[in-house]
């Protein structure tokens, strides 16, 4: 058994990160043999990710995947730490799952992801939760195997979760969602610990993919037929920044633009990194697509600054504008948070503010949520839930109405959309975003999915928009 550790997890060391390979050892080949395995997954992209390493993991062993939670054999929950009602949702779900093992004795049931990585919640699943079969954390998910196979002789918990981040894996198999957009991790963990934030803690010290296995991901990706990547990792532009080699998120988006593959896309951003270099590539390269998601967070400069968030207001709109100026047509969404300890009217109001200067074209927003073991968990926290509630529906408004606004402007306009697949809204359509991350529902026949069509809007709405494929 290994427990995480919060004060381990926090510590960052110049040790140097080696990577090594992934390799299924031959007696775990046939550990799922006409078994079934459903996952349901919690949170961010990056988890969403890791999913697809952890499906082509299973399926090695000769597991089968099944979307019907009650027939598998196997049921594994990825989960989320960012706030607090992503646990609560996991806890519910395993509440769910103990009456299901208590009628069916043999399925074997596993938590992954962030939460494990969280000492209390580690803590609470050896001593409440010893029903459960594997426990494996987010530095360990090539060793999943080895986990089951403990958990299967031994008939008890098999709990590994490192605090310390170890190799980056390379070669992990991979079971993607989609055959024509593919998440490309480019690095993992974080650095920068924002004082609200566990991600720090839940995902280790700031590490970078190699270049070269970047590019080459890309290229096969490209053989595969794939038109889409997404550059995915906590802080991107930060990429680099830990091999020392002078190479940097411009340079790794300069070269991925040059594979040729149709769209880069890239996810997310700090405000505090993001270069005018990167700007320029943005700018220069159309296969990058227009679209930036900026986190900002909070607009008043005092919470700013309680957050660890490293800009100002100002710089954040200074920032805002000279990726407007430079790069035409250019989408930005952001984060923001609520309700942060010691956030007045005013500290909300500057929020405000920002909205209002900059029209993003979307947000997500949040209330704060304390998690353990970070700096703003201890901060003094005066105001009420209810106010809190009050603040982000007031937000949510304003973010509506220039998310709107946004849309509007693409009344009639004709738009290059990726065709993915079926519409969830009408079965008759299909659904695809554009290259300013803009969903649409699009009239078009089922052959043209996996495309990248122009397609004019003939209608919009807050949150989509729809169209029809535009005669040339
Ligand atoms: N409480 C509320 N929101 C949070 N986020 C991160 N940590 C917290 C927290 N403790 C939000 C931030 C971040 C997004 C992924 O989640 O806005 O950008
Ligand atoms: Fe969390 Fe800040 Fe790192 Fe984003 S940049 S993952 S908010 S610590």
Redesign the pocket.
Known sequence: MQMPNLLEAKKRTNNSVKTTNYHLDSKYQKLGQNKTYFIKTYGCQMNEHDTENIKAILEQMAFKETDVMENADLILLNTCAIRENAHNKVFGMIGRIKHLKASKPNIIVGMCGCMVQEESVALEIKDKYKWLDIVFGTHNIHELPKVLYESLKNKRLELEVYSIEGDIVENMPVKRDSKYKAWVNIMYG?????T?????YT?GKQRSRAKEDIINEVKELIKDGYKEVTLLG??VNAYGKDLNAGYDMSDLLKETAETGIARVRFI?S?PWDFTDKMIDVIAKYPNIMPYIHL?I?SGSDRILKLM??RYTKETYIDLFNKIKKNIPNCAITT?IIVGFPGETRKDFEETLDVVNTCKFDSAFTFIFSAREGTPAAKMKDETLLEEKEKRLYELNALINKYAKEANDKYLNKVVPVLLEGISDKNSSMLMGYTDTMKLVNVKAPKDQIGQIVKVKITDVKTWSMDGEIANE
């Not at 974080?190 to 924002?194: A, G, I, L, P």
């Not at 609200?196 to 720090?200: M, S």
């Open positions: 974080c650095d920068k610990f924002c609200y934030c566990i991600v720090p995902r906590q802080n997310t700090h986190p967070q660890g968030r984060d």
